[in-house]
């Protein structure tokens, strides 16, 4: 290694108690903690700016089930002032999402299921109960009030068949322009077919064709004819679209469609005047819409006539759009589909002249403009943290508000403050407000002090490496949390995927896994090794056609590092990494056999048959090129660990969500079955019912089982 050398990490102390607690505190952090963790989602402040509404996700125990728990979401209200107490506006069994503050402040429009369909609701601040506005049959989300207060825009979702049968939004029952590229039917002629034609095996080829189609409206086949055609949890034979709809703020309102047709309109917004709508939808509606991944931002009247494309171009896909509030500037995210994309921001006026893209080297995850509309805020991940930047908007010039240290995962302005929700190494996520520099900041809510008052916390210390590539690699170590003088411990070497995911001090989600392997004796490194996001273009780039040795490279040179520690016992190291970080994972121990244990997690190990099993497809012709192709070129053999099954010799846990279709279960059984067919010492576990979210979204119980198994399985080699 070249180049180390330690940075230390720098944690701003706004809470009193919460420090105290974590310098002082006895307790260790323990697995069930995971269902204590409270989370700030969504933040929006109030027309007037004097308060501010949020949504906070906890986990609660199933009154039926003792050992289960469920996710909620409900609404908060607070006053944007010092020593505000926040007020919970929403309560039960039922979830809520999308919360959006009338124009006048007076009452919230939000989002919450009834019978299984998301629907709209109006909560009058002033007191009353919420009640529902819409009814819509294939449920109604992401209301937004029209600049009046007086209507309110929301989207639809619906699959092809019901589409296709829907008299309002496909009036005259058309069939698509683009192919449904069903062999035989160059032209969805097969759409036309009589319906009143009787099913019967035994008849006519139409009778036989009637007869198969029941077959599939009774769920006894599939038939896929679609190039996407996997979803998170099952498979999809039938396409979903979005489409928008308006319906007035009073009880008893019928919808009226402001979109149509065999293409999806997403990111609906009202223009500032009320007198158009705002939306990104797809390019070219000459292709079946899974090939076509170029998307415009477009322009409609109401009703949806009048559609202007305002930012669109080939080979680009234009989205996450804001508009100023005089609405004379137009902020947007555009990228390139089909190939390595990196997402630049892009400014341009209100009816797409004068584009121009803004030197940032960052992603970002969302911008608002400000009230006088002279500068643009973002957040994006970068370094570990995820800082607020504003960019000016006459010179285009980007100046960071805030440290690499936390992460300011949402947030809103009014027009004299920034209220955010915040995530630090010593505490997971509370609501802050502050100036528009951000500077002064309050916090006003302490959803998580009274259970981490008295646990005891371990606190990363950042390094850098400078890789063979001449890049700079930022790594993390935390020690033991009840670390003694002179003892020796374990080392857990932790592995991001993505590939373009990235940790530090400011991520919430393995906020809780990292602390409690530190809080059971463990040291933990955990690298953003190239192609990781938050480093900018060239960084994220790095990895192409190169996921294995090169970020081996970086993830072996910050473990090593590391077990440099006086109090790091060097024969006990090990090593767990989940997607990406699972092939990861599983390249290392094919090539490197420092680890005592080795656990992946809904990994990709052959990226061959990735191609066919994932719904991350994509990412093999992206970073590799086609199966098909000379492998001289492409690597896909020589880049997929499957093909080094034969040199692994570390104890080795393979997980994987049974309905994962993100990256596919197939592969970890190939991997398991070749390991047990050469008689390595492996172990296979499978989630009933989890899908590729699971350590961060599924069920509590079984993400309480995944941070326990991983736990298990190395404590039979570290003892």
């Known amino acids: 290694?070249?180049?180390?050398?330690?940075?230390?990490?720098?944690?701003?102390?706004?809470?009193?108690?919460?420090?105290?607690?974590?310098?002082?505190?006895?307790?260790?952090?323990?697995?069930?903690?995971?269902?204590?963790?409270?989370?700030?989602?969504?933040?929006?402040?109030?027309?007037?700016?004097?308060?501010?509404?949020?949504?906070?996700?906890?986990?609660?125990?199933?009154?039926?089930?003792?050992?289960?728990?469920?996710?909620?979401?409900?609404?908060?209200?607070?006053?944007?002032?010092?020593?505000?107490?926040?007020?919970?506006?929403?309560?039960?069994?039922?979830?809520?999402?999308?919360?959006?503050?009338?124009?006048?402040?007076?009452?919230?429009?939000?989002?919450?299921?009834?019978?299984?369909?998301?629907?709209?609701?109006?909560?009058?601040?002033?007191?009353?109960?919420?009640?529902?506005?819409?009814?819509?049959?294939?449920?109604?989300?992401?209301?937004?009030?029209?600049?009046?207060?007086?209507?309110?825009?929301?989207?639809?979702?619906?699959?092809?068949?019901?589409?296709?049968?829907?008299?309002?939004?496909?009036?005259?029952?058309?069939?698509?322009?683009?192919?449904?590229?069903?062999?035989?039917?160059?032209?969805?002629?097969?759409?036309?077919?009589?319906?009143?034609?009787?099913?019967?095996?035994?008849?006519?080829?139409?009778?036989?064709?009637?007869?198969?189609?029941?077959?599939?409206?009774?769920?006894?086949?599939?038939?896929?004819?679609?190039?996407?055609?996997?979803?998170?949890?099952?498979?999809?034979?039938?396409?979903?679209?979005?489409?928008?709809?308006?319906?007035?703020?009073?009880?008893?309102?019928?919808?009226?469609?402001?979109?149509?047709?065999?293409?999806?309109?997403?990111?609906?917004?009202?223009?500032?005047?009320?007198?158009?709508?705002?939306?990104?939808?797809?390019?070219?509606?000459?292709?079946?819409?899974?090939?076509?991944?170029?998307?415009?931002?477009?322009?409609?009247?109401?009703?949806?006539?009048?559609?202007?494309?305002?930012?669109?171009?080939?080979?680009?896909?234009?989205?996450?759009?804001?508009?100023?509030?005089?609405?004379?500037?137009?902020?947007?995210i555009v990228s390139t589909p089909n190939l390595l994309s990196f997402s630049q921001i892009v400014v341009a006026d209100a009816n797409g002249a004068n584009l121009k893209a803004v030197a940032f080297d960052r992603s970002s995850n969302s911008m608002v403009w400000s009230k006088d509309d002279k500068y643009l805020y973002i957040n994006a991940p970068s370094n570990g943290g995820v800082p607020v930047y504003r960019m000016d908007a006459k010179t285009r010039k980007i100046e960071q508000l805030s440290d690499y240290e936390t992460g300011i995962n949402a947030f809103d302005l009014s027009s004299s403050k920034i209220v955010y929700s915040r995530t630090e190494v010593l505490n997971p996520s509370d609501l802050y407000f502050a100036d528009l520099n951000m500077k002064n900041p309050v916090q006003l809510s302490r959803h998580n002090e009274a259970w981490l008052k008295d646990r005891k916390l371990s606190l990363p210390e950042k390094r850098v490496y400078t890789n063979s590539k001449g890049l700079k690699v930022e790594y993390w170590i935390m020690k033991p949390t009840f670390m003694e003088p002179g003892k020796k411990y374990p080392l857990v070497l932790q592995l991001h995927g993505g590939p373009t995911a990235m940790w530090g001090p400011g991520e919430f989600s393995m906020w809780h896994e990292l602390q409690y392997f530190c809080a059971q004796g463990y040291g933990v490194v955990y690298p953003n090794q190239r192609g990781s996001g938050g480093y900018g273009k060239d960084f994220q780039f790095s990895n192409y056609r190169d996921w294995g040795p090169g970020p081996q490279e970086d993830a072996l040179a910050a473990c090593a590092d590391a077990a440099k520690s006086a109090w790091v016992d060097t024969a006990k190291q090990v090593i767990t990494g989940g997607s990406y970080a699972g092939y990861l994972t599983a390249w290392i121990i094919a090539h490197d056999h420092r680890f005592k244990a080795a656990f992946a997690q809904r990994g990709v190990y052959d990226l061959t048959t990735f191609m066919g099993e994932g719904n991350a497809w994509r990412l093999v012709p992206n970073y590799f090129g086609l199966p098909w192709e000379d492998e001289k070129k492409t690597r896909i053999d020589a880049e997929s660990p499957y093909t080094f099954v034969d040199k692994i010799r570390t104890p080795f846990l393979i997980k994987h969500g049974e309905n994962d279709l993100r990256t596919g279960v197939i592969q970890s059984q190939m991997m398991f079955r070749s390991l047990k067919y050469l008689e390595k010492e492996v172990e296979y576990v499978l989630m009933p019912g989890g899908t590729h979210e699971l350590s961060r979204s599924g069920n509590v119980r079984q993400r309480i089982d995944r941070i326990l198994r991983i736990y298990e399985f190395f404590g039979r080699y570290i003892r």
């Open 1 to 332: 290694m070249k180049n180390i050398h330690t940075l230390l990490l720098l944690v701003l102390f706004t809470s009193l108690s919460i420090v105290t607690g974590a310098q002082n505190g006895t307790q260790k952090i323990q697995v069930t903690d995971l269902a204590r963790l409270q989370q700030v989602v969504w933040v929006s402040a109030s027309p007037d700016g004097s308060k501010a509404i949020y949504v906070l996700r906890t986990i609660e125990p199933n009154a039926e089930n003792k050992l289960e728990y469920d996710y909620r979401n409900h609404l908060y209200l607070v006053d944007l002032q010092a020593n505000a107490t926040p007020r919970a506006l929403t309560h039960g069994l039922e979830s809520i999402s999308s919360p959006a503050f009338s124009p006048d402040g007076k009452s919230i429009a939000f989002a919450r299921s009834v019978k299984s369909k998301s629907q709209i609701f109006i909560l009058p601040l002033d007191g009353g109960e919420a009640w529902q506005l819409t009814d819509a049959p294939n449920g109604a989300g992401e209301p937004k009030f029209s600049p009046d207060g007086k209507k309110i825009l929301f989207s639809v979702s619906l699959n092809f068949s019901t589409l296709l049968n829907d008299t309002i939004l496909n009036p005259g029952r058309a069939v698509p322009a683009w192919s449904m590229e069903k062999p035989g039917f160059p032209k969805n002629e097969y759409l036309n077919r009589d319906k009143k034609i009787k099913p019967n095996p035994d008849g006519n080829l139409e009778e036989i064709r009637a007869y198969l189609d029941k077959d599939v409206e009774d769920r006894k086949a599939k038939v896929f004819n679609r190039l996407n055609f996997q979803g998170e949890a099952s498979v999809e034979p039938e396409i979903q679209f979005s489409h928008l709809s308006i319906i007035e703020v009073k009880e008893g309102a019928k919808a009226s469609p402001v979109t149509k047709g065999f293409w999806s309109y997403r990111q609906g917004a009202w223009a500032p005047d009320g007198q158009r709508i705002w939306a990104v939808t797809s390019k070219d509606r000459t292709q079946h819409p899974d090939r076509e991944q170029e998307s415009a931002i477009i322009t409609m009247n109401l009703d949806g006539s009048d559609e202007k494309v305002i930012l669109g171009e080939k080979d680009k896909s234009f989205g996450n759009y804001e508009l100023s509030n005089d609405g004379k500037t137009l902020a947007a």
